[in-house]
């Protein structure tokens, strides 16, 4: 990932955070967010998001269980300042996700968009478990 779109990421992220927050979520660490099948749950990304995981990480070549993010360790996640957009928005306040979380996600979806275009990088939005295995096997995204 370029430098600049690197940083502009991180940028939307930041403000992304700050909104979240702003509505007094509390993450009481059950890791339940990181069992998408408890949730009956597909976690969709963005080739950006991916590539800034990608460039941050180590990724585990194994230990994927289906339905399980690979970096969900124990209670936390492993990879917290570098977690994708669907991991920032879902919080397991109900109220929350009904009232708020879809209007916050379309925003900074939108932005992420852009900033792919902006940096002519590839757009594609699929599961991140299955962009994170694509990657492992083929040694590149798309």
């Known amino acids: 990932m370029k430098i600049n779109a690197r940083v502009e990421l991180e940028s939307i992220y930041s403000a992304l955070d700050n909104e979240v927050n ?20 597909i976690l969709f990304t963005s080739i950006p998001e991916v590539e800034y995981v990608i460039d941050s990480v180590v990724i585990p070549e194994n230990g994927f269980v289906a339905g399980q993010c690979p970096f969900h360790d124990g209670k936390t996640c492993s990879i917290h300042k570098y977690r994708t957009l669907g991991c920032r928005v879902f919080y397991c306040n109900q109220g929350y996700k009904k009232d708020c979380a879809p209007d916050i996600y379309e925003k900074y979806y939108r932005m992420i968009k852009d900033l792919a275009f902006r940096y002519e990088i590839d ?3 699929k599961p991140f478990l299955e962009s994170i295995s694509d990657f492992l096997i083929k040694g590149k995204l798309k």
């Open 22 to 41: 702003s509505h007094n979520n509390e993450c009481n660490a059950c890791g339940s967010c990181c069992d998408f099948g408890k949730f009956d749950h």
């Open 123 to 125: 757009w594609e939005y």
